[in-house]
């Protein structure tokens, strides 16, 4: 497949995004709070969250490393005119998802407050620290859809 | 990235009367990525004006040779 440095980096990066958290966010969702008590999944999620952010820096390091060094072109590297634009617009995308993340949250924190009725989604699941959580998968796929787009912009030039 | 495209540009045509230039020495020349090369051709991408009058410049014909605008002023 015909592709520029810019390309396979994003590529690299949205399948180390969905392998790495992919596996953060199973282990998160699949927490049983019959077999651990609350501190003990805080510990859990703190120790996981820990190993995925190393992992992630350790595997974009090497990997982003081994592609640069496969393209010797500086243009390359840096990207040109086409390649800001495509990042403008899939920064924009994510911006959205991120935005409706933060949003979803400062109203699972503040709505209750105004409202007066008693509401919560941290209630209804298993997750330990729900608001840090609810900000940190918003985030991931903010990530994840920003990835996408671009590789959806490359591709969709590309063909 | 590309826009409904009604540029049109000859820059395949040109590339080949410039003894079948590639498209990696053109972009090398002009500054950008070969897929940025391969997306004008294929009318996929419309450039700026800055790299429209180095593809140009490249060829040593005028801006209005190697690119057209087939639209019509609203």
Same mark, same amino acid.
Request: proline content about 2%.
């Given at each position: 497949?015909?592709? =520029? %440095?810019?390309?396979? &980096?994003?590529?690299? =990066?949205?399948?180390?995004?969905?392998?790495?958290?992919?596996?953060?966010?199973? &282990?998160?969702?699949?927490? +049983?709070?019959?077999?651990?008590?609350? +501190?003990?999944?805080?510990?859990?999620?703190? $120790?996981?969250?820990?190993?995925?952010?190393?992992?992630?820096?350790?595997?974009?390091?090497?990997?982003? &490393?081994?592609?640069?060094?496969? =393209?010797?072109?500086?243009?390359?590297?840096?990207? +040109?005119?086409?390649?800001?634009?495509?990042?403008? *617009?899939?920064?924009?995308?994510?911006?959205?998802?991120?935005?409706?993340?933060?949003?979803?949250?400062?109203?699972?924190?503040?709505? #209750? $407050?105004?409202?007066?009725?008693? %509401?919560?989604?941290?209630?209804?699941?298993?997750? #330990?620290?729900?608001?840090?959580?609810?900000?940190?998968?918003?985030?991931?796929?903010?990530?994840?859809?920003?990835? *996408? $787009?671009?590789?959806?912009?490359?591709?969709? +030039?590309?063909? | 990235?590309?826009?409904? /495209?009604?540029?049109?540009?000859?820059?395949?045509?040109?590339?080949?009367?410039? /003894?079948?230039?590639?498209?990696?020495?053109?972009?090398?020349? @002009?500054?950008?990525?070969?897929?940025?090369?391969?997306?004008?051709?294929?009318?996929?991408?419309?450039?700026?004006?800055?790299?429209?009058?180095?593809?140009?410049? @490249?060829?040593?014909?005028?801006?209005?040779? @190697?690119?057209?605008?087939?639209?019509?002023?609203?």
């Amino acid at each position: 497949m015909n592709m =520029s %440095f810019k390309e396979k &980096s994003t590529w690299l =990066s949205l399948l180390a995004t969905l392998l790495i958290f992919g596996d953060y966010a199973i &282990s998160i969702f699949t927490m +049983d709070a019959n077999v651990l008590n609350p +501190d003990e999944m805080v510990e859990v999620a703190m $120790h996981n969250l820990s190993s995925a952010v190393l992992l992630i820096i350790i595997v974009e390091i090497i990997f982003q &490393s081994l592609i640069a060094a496969g =393209s010797g072109n500086k243009v390359e590297f840096d990207g +040109d005119e086409r390649d800001r634009l495509i990042t403008l *617009s899939s920064n924009n995308s994510g911006y959205w998802v991120l935005s409706i993340g933060v949003i979803i949250t400062l109203g699972q924190l503040i709505l #209750p $407050h105004l409202s007066g009725i008693e %509401f919560s989604l941290e209630e209804r699941t298993n997750i #330990p620290m729900f608001e840090m959580h609810l900000l940190l998968f918003s985030f991931i796929v903010a990530e994840i859809v920003r990835f *996408s $787009h671009q590789i959806y912009l490359y591709r969709k +030039d590309a063909v | 990235m590309a826009s409904a /495209n009604k540029i049109n540009n000859k820059v395949r045509e040109c590339r080949f009367f410039a /003894n079948e230039m590639t498209q990696q020495d053109l972009a090398e020349r @002009v500054g950008v990525t070969r897929q940025t090369i391969m997306a004008i051709e294929k009318g996929k991408y419309s450039p700026s004006l800055e790299v429209a009058f180095k593809i140009a410049l @490249v060829f040593q014909k005028s801006l209005e040779t @190697v690119f057209s605008y087939d639209g019509a002023i609203e």
